[in-house]
């Protein structure tokens, strides 16, 4: 700001706003690129051309930039596992360890443009899959460890992934979880997968199938240390993210090198103003796209050193997170609102035995942080000194686009304003800008790291996302603004859950429930909870024959654990003799919602049943 006289917050943002092209010229030049983009953005709505004729590679701007600098022994990465064993690993070696695994793939024939399945836990293999498969231009669709296999099946069928990396088993509050065990229940049904990289981590006994199956550390170990980075176009794609949509199909979210990189490159470094002496650790799960964006890529494209953590944060107690933070002298430290009211619960004894006295930035993230866990966080682990960052971003954003910078004011619960050159706003079902009260949440303008595309189905990004009203991204909350211009997130306003900040579909959970043979139908919504913001909660109907039990409860709970991941297992399974529907016999949701939060009905004049409401009441 100083470089360009700019004297304060709102003058920052007026300036990005009237002229967004030098704003993302200017930073985008702090990157490398084999050959110079000829123009910042071509935008013909809903389609986005960014740094348009560039050629650029993600990994080289990771890695391979910072080799030939002094950056080269900074450490990368500070791993620990859960059971306290620690890593360092500088940037030299992961660029090494990156370029034998780039050399290994390309030996299977994996190449531009070929889909690879990434299905790891919180281990070092996992970024350096993904930094691999970047640098010879695969794409990679990172599968959450969390989810199981037949999630997995889904997901690397869409994509017809070539090559699926995963691990013999992970930690997790103390057991082991077997995850090649378990993806080898689906392999057989995923024709196009030719070969499946196995990392040992666990030690547990697996079955490896000959011809397709191979050892991590055996395919490296006589790999070159030098690989050649492929040349990619701006707008290449680097990776799919399957996310949540309002119906049972996950959406692939594509993201490309050159516009990500620099969005997300910005965003780290403007929002949590990042210094070299920095120790930064985005506690989150690779899953997702907070750590595709904050725990992999940004970080590095700035030469961070971050801290990466495998297992449960209160695990062996409750303290563990606080620990971390003062054993590696942590500086800023981002994590999600479900994990501070958590650590409320427990108290704030267990911070209080730590030195927390490193930290001086704080962030938020995956949903509204609510006053009072704010004030908590701010107390007791920022020691009322540091300011909180509440991001609010989605996985098709790739960047925070609403958020506060550290020289903004803040207040509680809000997450202030669009990041520079965004135009966000809150408006009505006819589009028109509303000032009191809630509305959709939009955005107005095209930013770097927007997603592309939905994978292999162009015609739902447009339907999704642009078509409700023209020129303007549907982000799917609802958000209130005050007058002072703050944006207030209030949630989603479609079926799409948010368990302690994890995306679900409603839609998801009953096509899960409703395979079960037992169930005739299934309606899923979401019940606030204090600690994960909402809870799955369930009403089924069963067929003839089946009787509702508390045995029935817990085979319908394994069930979905099966079909998706412990993270989608309803916390409530209720049974009822009828669903409320409406005479066209639609399942409404809306009432059985309103059931749940103890909220008035409304009108059920269309229902067919309104006997079964009354049920509903029972069942609760
Ligand atoms: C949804 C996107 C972005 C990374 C994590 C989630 C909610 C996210 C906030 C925030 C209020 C938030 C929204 C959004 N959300 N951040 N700071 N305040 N709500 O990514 O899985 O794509 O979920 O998370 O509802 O739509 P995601």
């Known amino acids: 700001m100083k470089r360009y006289g700019i004297k304060d917050y709102d003058e920052l943002l007026k300036r990005a706003l009237d002229d967004p092209d030098w704003f993302w010229d200017e930073l985008a030049r702090e990157l490398e690129w084999f050959q110079p983009y000829q123009n910042v953005l071509k935008w013909d709505v809903p389609h986005a051309e960014w740094f348009c004729g560039g050629k650029f590679n993600i990994t080289h701007n990771a890695l391979d930039r910072h080799v030939q600098s002094w950056r080269k022994n900074k450490v990368a990465y500070i791993w620990e596992g859960e059971l306290g064993q620690v890593k360092k690993m500088t940037y030299q070696e992961l660029y090494r360890r990156v370029n034998q695994m780039a050399n290994a793939l390309r030996g299977l024939g994996v190449g531009r443009g070929d889909r690879v399945a990434i299905y790891l836990p919180m281990i070092l293999e996992l970024p350096i899959a993904m930094l691999a498969c970047a640098k010879i231009g695969a794409v990679h669709s990172v599968v959450f460890s969390g989810f199981w296999a037949k999630a997995f ?3 690397a069928n869409d994509a017809k992934v070539k090559v699926a990396i995963t691990v013999d088993g992970f930690y997790r509050r103390g057991k082991v979880i077997p995850l090649k065990e378990n993806v080898d229940k689906v392999l057989d049904d995923i024709p196009s997968l030719e070969k499946l990289i196995v990392v040992r981590h666990a030690d547990c006994q697996v079955q490896m199938k000959n011809g397709r199956d191979l050892w991590w550390d055996e395919i490296i170990k006589n790999q070159e240390r030098e690989c050649p980075t492929e040349v990619m176009n701006s707008e290449d794609p680097l990776f799919i993210l399957y996310t949540s949509g309002t119906t049972g199909k996950p959406k692939g979210v594509v993201h490309v090198h050159g516009g990500y990189a620099v969005g997300i490159y910005t965003t780290l470094k403007m929002v949590f103003d990042l210094k070299d002496e920095d120790i930064w650790w985005c506690a989150a799960d690779i899953g997702w796209i907070t750590g595709h964006s904050y725990i992999v890529y940004a970080p590095l494209l700035m030469g961070a050193t971050s801290v990466m953590y495998e297992g449960a944060p209160d695990y062996p107690e409750p303290d563990r997170l606080w620990q ?7 500086s800023v430290f981002y994590t999600a609102p479900t994990t501070i009211r958590m650590f409320m619960k427990h108290g704030e004894k267990w911070p209080q035995k730590h030195d927390l006295s490193s930290l001086r930035l704080l962030g938020s993230v995956g949903e509204p942080i609510n006053p009072e866990a704010w004030m908590w966080y701010h107390k007791h682990i920022g020691n009322r000194q540091c300011p909180i960052m509440d991001t609010w ?7 925070h686009l609403i958020t506060p910078l550290p020289i903004t004011s803040l207040k509680p619960g809000s997450a202030v304003k669009p990041f520079p050159t965004v135009e966000a706003d809150v408006v009505d079902d006819d589009g028109k800008s509303v000032t009191e009260g809630g509305g959709h949440l939009v955005i107005k303008t095209p930013w770097p790291a927007m997603f592309r595309t939905l994978y292999k189905d162009p015609e739902r990004y447009v339907d999704a996302y642009w078509s409700r009203f023209p020129d303007m991204y549907l982000s799917g909350d609802v958000a209130r603004v005050d007058e002072e211009g ?3 997130i209030q949630g989603r306003e479609d079926d799409v859950l948010n368990v302690a900040g994890h995306r679900i579909s409603t839609a998801e959970v009953e ?6 043979d037992a169930v005739a139908e299934a309606a899923v919504v979401g019940k606030p909870d204090p600690v994960k ?4 909660c369930s009403f089924i109907t069963l067929k003839e024959g089946f009787k509702p039990s508390p045995r029935m409860k817990h085979l319908l709970r394994e069930h979905v ?4 991941g412990p993270v989608a297992s309803p916390a409530c399974v209720n049974f009822v003799d009828d669903l409320p529907k409406t005479r066209s016999g639609k399942i409404m949701r809306r009432v059985i919602k309103a059931k749940v939060k ?8 269309t229902l067919a049943n309104p006997e079964a409401v009354d049920e509903l009441d029972n069942a609760l």
């Open 153 to 155: 099946k889904e997901r």
């Open 324 to 330: 971390i933070i003062e054993e590696y002298g942590v």
């Open 393 to 399: 971003w989605q996985t098709e954003t790739g960047m």
């Open 486 to 488: 703050y944006f207030w």
């Open 511 to 516: 096509s899960a429930l409703v395979s079960y």
């Open 533 to 536: 913001g909402e809870e799955i």
């Open 561 to 564: 654990r099966e079909e998706i």
């Open 598 to 605: 103890g909220d008035d009905v409304g009108d059920i004049s």
